[in-house]
Nanobody
Framework: QVQLAESGGGLVQAGGSLMLSCAASGSIFSINGMGWYRQAPGKQRELVAIIISGGTTNYADSVKGRFTSSRDNAKNTVYLQMNSLKPEDTAVYYC???????????????WGRGTQVTVSS
């Protein structure tokens, strides 16, 4: 089993910055992808950023140029640096990891519990 521990959410004024982090632990053989989704009230969960094997990072158009995701493979940790925050970035942010727990296992998705990010205008 894989556990994800998120931290870094909070309240910030528009134009401010926050950094989220998510550390994966447990029976991890390999990690195929790490990233972030978010869900605003009344809306569907949406991709924010994801780093796939090989280091390629994909971002939602709405955060390109403002958010940067990075990964520390040695620590099995993914970060999301959020700059120039806008009120519409307000949401619960979920860590997302695709990992194998055994050498012969298939990659499976794991979700964090979520951390609230609130941007005031």
């Amino acid at each position: 089993q894989v556990q994800l521990a998120e931290s870094g959410g909070g309240l910030v004024q528009a134009g401010g910055s926050l950094m989220l982090s998510c550390a994966a632990s447990g029976s991890i053989f390999s990690i195929n992808g790490m990233g972030w989704y978010r869900q605003a009230p009344g809306k569907q969960r949406e991709l924010v950023a994801i780093i796939i094997s090989g280091g390629t990072t994909n971002y939602a158009d709405s955060v390109k140029g403002r958010f940067t995701s990075s990964r520390d493979n040695a620590k099995n940790t993914v970060y999301l640096q959020m700059n120039s925050l806008k009120p519409e970035d307000t949401a619960v942010y979920y860590c997302y990891v695709v990992a194998r727990t055994t050498v012969s296992g298939i990659p499976e998705p794991y979700w964090g519990r979520g951390t609230q990010v609130t941007v005031s205008s």
